[in-house]
């Protein structure tokens, strides 16, 4: 039977689920929800090329999309949705009260770009950092979902206390603890504090699998301190009200102590060549939009300008368009639900995009250039 012809096929033989480089909170907890309700996953098969690369791929059969390929699980093009809300529309389960909390924390991460200490997204973000083999990242993130998952949907009351044992075991005492980890403890203390899809609900469910998650968020904490360094390394420009910093490093902790020491763009360049731009809404608020169009139009009639065989598109308002034109495969631009703003030279799930031609040194004099312009208007 083929696909169009019968609505829940991925449900009814075995499948290959197809996903992006670095799964995610969205695509970890779609698939979850899959398996949960009887999918039977044969293999995965992870992409980190972008969908106009995947064709003829995306119709491979008995290959289910999730979160990639504009396929029927991939929310990319539809405004509010996560993959993992259309997965739980397709089950019939969407407006289970339970559920209700899980996805609308999914939503947050993904489309607005927002995370807590120790919730869902810092735990599965944490593995993704240190583990380099997609499958194990899903599988293990399956097994983390699942257990917040089963928290909610057998209406359990969480333990702080057993979280606050779990932590102090690992750490040995709480002096010893990183300061992040020191607050999310002292917060444990209490036993009415909550947390949606964190780990206090993961270790109610499954104390093993949250023993591992510590391991891996002290690595990243580990991450976290040596950024410190890279930071005050790294080149500092200041322009008027705001500051601008710039480093080579991949090190995805860069952006976050950036941050923290008051950047309002930061340009990180990585080993491999790739480039991201991220811009602080803190600190740029409304006048990030009109930086970023300008920045990514500079960006990419550049790169244009690099190529003698491409050519200038048609509209020239096409190269301040959000998410990827055709003309310039190389350059992405992300824009939250909430107004957030990231320009990408491929990423985590995207490492397979061409790296840039444009020098780490141009690009931040284009940067210097956009904000001297916004200053004289």
Not at 81 to 98: D, F, M, N, P, R
Not at 222 to 240: D, L, M, N, P, T
Request: hydrophobic share 40%; glycine share 6%; proline share 4%.
């Amino acid at each position: 039977m083929e696909k169009n012809k019968d609505k829940k096929w991925w449900l009814d033989r075995p499948i290959i689920i197809a996903t992006h480089r670095k799964p995610d909170e969205d695509s970890i907890v779609s698939v979850a929800l899959l398996k949960m309700y009887g999918a039977k996953i044969q293999k995965y098969w992870f992409s980190g090329e972008g969908d106009e690369t995947l064709s003829p791929q995306i119709n491979f059969k008995n290959v289910l999309w999730i979160d990639r390929g504009r396929q029927m699980f991939d929310h990319h093009g539809l405004k509010g949705k996560t993959s993992a809300q259309i997965v739980a529309e397709e089950l019939g389960i969407a407006e289970e009260k339970w559920l209700r909390p899980i996805l609308a924390h999914v939503r947050r991460a993904d489309l607005e770009g927002r995370s807590e200490p120790f919730d869902l997204n810092d735990m599965t973000k944490s593995i993704a950092r240190e583990i380099d083999d997609d499958e194990k990242i899903m599988e293990f993130g399956i097994k983390i979902a699942t257990g917040i998952i089963e928290f909610h949907r057998s209406r359990l009351k969480r333990n702080n206390q057993k979280a606050a044992e779990l932590i102090r075991e690992f750490f040995e005492d709480e002096t010893k603890m990183p300061k992040r980890v020191r607050h999310y403890y002292q917060l444990l203390q209490n036993p009415n504090f909550h947390r949606v899809c964190d780990f206090a609900e993961l270790a109610t469910v499954d104390p093993e699998v949250a023993r591992e998650v510590l391991k891996f968020i002290a690595a990243d904490i580990q991450k976290y301190e040596k950024a410190k360094e890279e930071v005050e390394k790294a080149q500092r420009i200041r322009i008027g009200r705001y500051f601008i910093v710039a480093g080579i490093s991949n090190n995805p902790k860069f952006n976050v102590v950036a941050r923290e020491k008051g950047a309002a763009i930061i340009i990180q360049k990585n080993l491999d060549g790739h480039v991201q731009i991220f811009f602080n809404n803190k600190i740029l608020g409304s006048r990030v939009e009109k930086i970023s169009e300008d920045l990514i139009a500079l960006l990419r009639l550049r790169e244009i300008s690099l190529d003698s065989t491409r050519k200038l598109p048609q509209r020239k308002n096409d190269l301040k368009k959000p998410g990827k034109i055709e003309k310039v495969p190389e350059w992405y631009m992300f824009v939250g639900e909430k107004g957030g703003r990231l320009i990408l030279n491929g990423s985590l799930t995207a490492p397979d995009v061409p790296t840039t031609r444009i020098p780490l040194e141009e690009i931040v004099e284009f940067v210097v250039d956009v904000l001297k312009n916004l200053s004289h208007r």
